[in-house]
């Protein structure tokens, strides 16, 4: 069955404990830094790219949101033009780059970071990136599959991806050192097929929210209403930290 529509659900929110977002997320040339009240619905049209990137700035570092804006802004305008996983892992390299030079030049305060999970969309493949802990998952024909790598200490469970234990601590990320440190982003492909729905999120989500739960809220309920079930569950949670959300869906 062809892929002939792309509908892409978004929200980014402080949560419940936080004083601020920082958070950033981008749906092609669209970049949202503040809270939004309910999900945004956009409709990319295709051959595309469709491109998509979660950022979480990390709250323990000066300059959180600027890092996460910093980086999305910049592979914003340029992840349209990805065309293999090793270009995406460049691309991530030159936007952690990218942050150490506004540190230098004081657009950005000293030891600024941000994780980052991004996603390129054509009608024959789905390019998945990330640096850090935010999350890309498929959902397939009522699967729930992790296609980003956590980067985070400990051990990980069988399928290689996913951290046995949630942790605050990361073995890397863009930025988040006082000098210039190079990262080895994880990227890959996957073939999208119609019915399928993409999910990146930052770990204001993921921490709080089981991977069993986030398969039912995509499996029973259409998408702005599985976006708007899964903030509401962070949030029942505690909310404990920033929520971003986007949600692919590939139609045929």
Known sequence: MS???VTVHALTHTGGMRAHNEDSLAVGDWVAVNDLERPKTLHPQLPGPVTAIVADG???HASGD???EG????LAKRMGQIARPDQAAQLLQEANRHLYEMMETGDGAPGMGTTVVALVLRPDEAILANVGDSRAYRWRAGEL???STDDTPGPKLADGRTAAHTSPMLTQSLGGQSGYVEVAAHADTDTPQAGDRYLLASDGLTDLVSPDTIGARLAGLDGAAAVEALFRDAMNEGGKDNISIVLVEVQA
Not at 71 to 74: C, F
């Open 145 to 147: 599959v992790q296609l």
């Open 66 to 68: 600027v890092a996460s």
């Open 58 to 60: 990390m709250g323990g």
């Open 71 to 74: 980086a999305t802004r910049y």
């Open 3 to 5: 892929i002939e529509r």
